[in-house]
């Protein structure tokens, strides 16, 4: 009777185990980032701690920026609804360890998109955001008009824990121009010290000095110098190991851009559904499963457009209505001569 | 070896769950590490830093390995906290004598500045010395000179830098001056003792810590010039000192407000030190003719310095684990350089984090053996 009992008792937890591998498997094809969202009921997303234009939260605590519509977007796709994000501001220093750690599931922190990062440390960048790069900010007053006029002994103030430091050195060096660098952990502390003339130049994104000039005491003092010292293609970034979620994040982004090359806005989406154009019926949930991969509805596309609207307008509604880069320069469509291009939704 | 189990149960459990939660910890890092496609391992200790840093006391620039980079981190950190630790004993000692000061004005000023800034949050203060002194300072191009010799601007402390010929014979004559002090001293102790004979070994101190060296310099080779900063134009309106040593103004406005703040504390003990010593014990040595001066030093101190030395040791301590504060004023310490920068280029967040957790507390530990060790000295030697 005991010999039998024993057998039958492994025979059912051979079974419970064989049962417990194939439901997580299928929950693992679910992606496990996309049901804890949905769990959840807010996507967690990481931003900076106040970069106008990109991440930046007002009086009241509203956050506004080309990366937080990247959350929002997500958000609007897998909630439906894009203010359904708890945003986490970051120091630089923070950031990565935020997201390997699981304490965010998107940091979309104006983060520079290097081999190193992408492959050494457990994170996989989705794309790029916005194309940036490198450049110096100096006083009007000091007649600098260009970085070669720049001279052994000048102090750099500047952020630690970003590919600014690198670059920095590659820049001076390369030049044999012996430097000064400052680095401060926080962003304000960077500005504050520049701004009292601790440093000759400030360096960091030029898309960083645009915004930060704005919080000068004297905004017209300064000027940013013509020449870019890097390529710093910023975007958004996940954990490794969720495909899923990473495809999610990345088609929510080229979501944006693509509405934005054939003409979809927030105003007329809904009336794009009925498009002769079968490439945006598929960008508005008309046409095609797009959806189903991800393990989402057909109109996820539909409300990111609806909800946050496309590249343009949150290019327009960010960076340019707030003066910072009115310009659009690389981060113009492919179409109109910027280096905007995204693979099509199909 | 007569254990029971009734004694060691308890401590075998308390190993055993220790052991347990640290296993559990580390299992579960390691787990979570793999499955995140995190690596484990010191192996980026030798890789190139490629970042620079703005202050450093060994030679150092990108091209050194991370371990380098650790080494200047960590020797700036020592740099700040001795700097600290040595203004601060100074200011506590004296604001801590100055409020047991008859005059009600000394008195008072001490016990306003005590509570004035051991109330206020070290960070705070940090902030205030650095950008209070970066508004108040000159530019370059305006500073006026002290002694004619050195700038104070808002780019640093410039002073001149010595230059020396034949340093060695210096030292030596610096060295041989102090263990003839230390000779004089014994011989002079031995000389009271057993003839009650008192010898000025003060005087006889400061002659020999002058005259040595100046023999040094007139016979033995010594040569010392001076290389005094010189202003330079980087642009229409930038400009630097050049020549000479330079102080960044991150690591005054550290030390400053290090040893502001820790000298309140120590003010404290070292009062609490002395009014813990009885009114009967200066009595009786005024009593048997002692001068007030010698009354301090001879019966007062050496019992107060057994009250005083453990909590100094603690703020000590405390100055040196404040000292990582530095990050928020780009004063390159360990916790900026190693646990910052470093640890963003590599991403090795647990192998830095334990490394620089296991400085402080080995500073921390030495820092304590050595307070420990002259706590001990000035003990009463019971015979």
Not at chain 1, 39 to 63: I, T
Not at chain 1, 204 to 223: F, V
Not at chain 2, 24 to 35: D, L, P, R
């Amino acid at each position: 009777m005991f010999k039998y009992l024993k057998q039958l008792t492994s025979l059912v937890a051979m079974v419970a185990v064989l049962f417990t591998f194939t439901t997580e498997s299928m929950a693992a094809k679910k992606s496990k980032t996309l049901k804890n969202t949905q769990k959840k009921g807010f996507v967690r997303c990481g931003v900076s701690q106040g970069l106008p234009g990109f991440s930046n939260a007002d009086a009241a605590g509203n956050w506004t920026g080309v990366d937080v519509d990247v959350c929002r977007a997500v958000a609007a796709a897998v909630l439906g609804d894009a203010n359904k994000v708890k945003f986490t501001p970051l120091s630089a220093k923070e950031r990565f360890t935020a997201l390997t750690s699981g304490e965010i599931d998107i940091l979309s922190r104006n983060t520079t998109w290097t081999l190193s990062r992408d492959a050494d440390i457990g994170l996989t960048f989705v794309g790029v955001n916005f194309y940036d790069g490198q450049g110096f900010m100096v006083r009007k007053s000091s007649g600098i008009t260009s970085t070669s006029q720049f001279k052994n002994g000048i102090s750099a103030c500047t952020n630690i824990g970003t590919t600014t430091e690198l670059n920095m050195r590659d820049f001076f060096n390369s030049r044999g121009i012996s430097y000064e660098p400052v680095a401060f952990e926080k962003a304000d502390e960077v500005v504050a010290a520049y701004d009292a003339g601790r440093c000759d130049t400030y360096t960091t994104d030029k898309s960083g000095l645009a915004a930060q000039r704005t919080k000068m005491k004297n905004p017209d003092e300064h000027i940013v110098l013509p020449e870019t010292i890097s390529k710093e293609p910023l975007g958004p970034v996940v954990r490794q190991g969720d495909s899923v979620w990473e495809d999610i994040v990345r088609w929510s982004l080229n979501t944006m851009i693509e509405a934005e090359e054939y003409g979809i806005t927030s105003a007329n989406a809904d009336s794009m559904k009925t498009s002769d154009n079968p490439q945006i019926k598929r960008l508005v949930g008309a046409e095609g499963e797009m959806g189903a991969a991800f393990g989402l509805d057909n109109e996820w596309n539909l409300r990111i457009i609806k909800q946050v609207g496309n590249y343009g307008e949150s290019y327009k509604r960010n960076i340019a209505d707030t003066g910072i880069l009115p310009d659009r320069g690389p981060n113009e469509l492919w179409t109109k001569g910027g280096i905007l291009y995204v693979p099509p939704s199909r | 070896m007569n254990f029971k189990l009734k004694d060691i149960g308890p401590q075998l459990m308390t190993v055993i769950a220790v052991v347990l939660v640290f296993g559990f910890f580390t299992y579960n890092a390691q787990v979570n590490m793999e499955s995140r496609g995190i690596d484990f391992g010191y192996g980026f200790l030798s890789q190139e830093s490629s970042f620079d840093v703005q202050f450093s006391l060994i030679e150092y620039d990108g091209s050194h390995s991370y371990f380098r980079a650790y080494l200047v981190g960590l020797l700036n950190t020592i740099l700040v906290s001795v700097i600290g630790i040595i203004f601060a004993t100074i200011l506590g000692v004296i604001v801590g004598i100055a409020r047991l000061s008859p005059n009600y004005l000394i008195n008072q000023f001490a016990a306003f500045y005590v509570e004035f800034f051991r109330n206020i949050p070290l960070l705070l203060q940090i902030f205030f010395w650095y950008f209070a002194a970066l508004r108040a300072l000159p530019l370059p191009q305006d500073a006026e000179a002290m002694f004619g010799i050195s700038y104070l601007t808002i780019k640093g402390l410039y002073v001149p830098a010595f230059i020396w010929q034949n340093f060695n014979i210096f030292f030596y004559s610096i060295v041989a001056a102090i263990i003839a002090i230390i000779v004089i001293r014994h011989r002079a102790r031995k000389l009271q003792e057993t003839q009650g004979k008192q010898t000025p070994v003060l005087f006889i101190s400061i002659g020999l810590i002058f005259i040595l060296p100046l023999l040094s310099f007139l016979i033995g080779g010594v040569k010392l010039s001076f290389e005094i900063p010189v202003l330079k134009q980087l642009a229409t309106t930038s400009f630097i000192y050049e020549g000479g040593v330079s102080l960044p103004p991150e690591l005054i406005a550290l030390a400053l407000s290090l040893s502001l703040y820790t000298a309140t504390f120590i003010a404290e003990c070292v009062r609490a030190g002395i009014q813990g010593i009885g009114k009967g014990q200066k009595e009786a040595a005024a009593s048997i003719g002692l001068t007030p001066n010698q009354v301090l030093k001879l019966v007062v101190m050496p019992q107060a310095l057994r009250i005083i030395i453990p909590p100094t040791t603690n703020q000590y301590l405390n100055l040196t684990k404040n000292s990582s504060l530095a990050a928020a004023i780009a004063y390159p310490d360990l916790v900026l350089v190693f646990a910052g920068t470093a640890l963003m280029q590599t991403g090795k967040a647990i192998e830095i984090v334990s490394i620089t957790m296991f400085t402080y507390l080995s500073l921390s530990i030495s820092i304590s053996i050595f307070m420990n060790w002259y706590n001990n000295k000035i003990a009463i030697q019971e015979k």
